[in-house]
């Protein structure tokens, strides 16, 4: 069964926290009145999570239209499955700045340091 949030209308309530959540059938009528105050209450859209059912593959991906790519060695990416090149291989400043970007130091921010 779904979870469902409720929140009072037009007020924050004191008496319970501001927005409840309710286990309730789907085909089930939207709460009118909070179950715990008594006080008006709307039904609100809240976080949905979803679970894909299936393990996506390179060969799903494919007839999707997606082309996957699996790295064969430092700077080298071969196809592992759809449309596109065989190879995709970076060039020596690619990799040279991919490095110098990898080794730069975080730059840190002093909240405290103010001009």
Do not use: H
């Amino acid at each position: 069964m779904p979870i469902y949030e409720y929140e009072p209308v037009d007020r924050d309530c004191f008496m319970c926290p501001n927005r409840i959540e309710v286990i309730q059938d789907i085909g089930a009528e939207p709460y009118k009145f909070c179950p715990y105050c008594g006080l008006d209450v709307k039904k609100v859209v809240s976080r949905a999570t979803f679970k894909v059912g299936n393990e996506p593959t390179a060969d799903k991906a494919a007839k999707k239209g997606f082309t996957t790519y699996k790295r064969a060695e430092k700077g080298v990416w071969e196809k592992a499955a759809g449309e596109g090149p065989d190879i995709i291989t970076g060039t020596k400043e690619d990799l040279e700045a991919v490095e110098a970007e990898k080794a730069a130091k975080p730059k840190i921010l002093d909240l405290n340091d103010v001009e």
